[in-house]
Nanobody, 114 residues
């Protein structure tokens, strides 16, 4: 099994930055890909950014050029650097790991005020 714990959310003004972290524990050797997702009130959960075992990355069009996903294998942690934040980025952000199963963290709230 894999356990994921997100951190780094909070309240920030539009134009500001936040860095989210997702720390993994357990059977981390089995993780083949990571992803950051978000879910705003009344909306479906959507992919924000993903990174594979080979470090290939992909982003939602809405965050390209503003968000960067990265990972630190030594710390078993994946990051989401979010710059130039907009009110529409407000959501609960979830970390996902693809391993023997799909694992999700509990989420961290990001609120961007205008």
């Amino acid at each position: 099994q894999v356990q994921l714990v997100e951190s780094g959310g909070g309240l920030v003004q539009a134009g500001g930055s936040l860095r989210l972290s997702c720390a993994a524990s357990g059977s981390i050797f089995s993780i083949s890909a990571w992803g950051w997702y978000r879910q705003a009130p009344g909306k479906q959960r959507e992919l924000v950014a993903g990174i594979t075992g080979g470090a290939s990355t992909n982003y939602a069009d809405s965050v390209k050029g503003r968000f960067t996903i990265s990972r630190d294998n030594a710390k078993n942690t994946v990051y989401l650097q979010m710059n130039s934040l907009k009110p529409e980025d407000t959501a609960v952000y979830y970390c996902k790991a693809d391993a023997d199963f799909v694992y999700w963290g509990r989420g961290t709230q990001v609120t961007v005020s205008s």
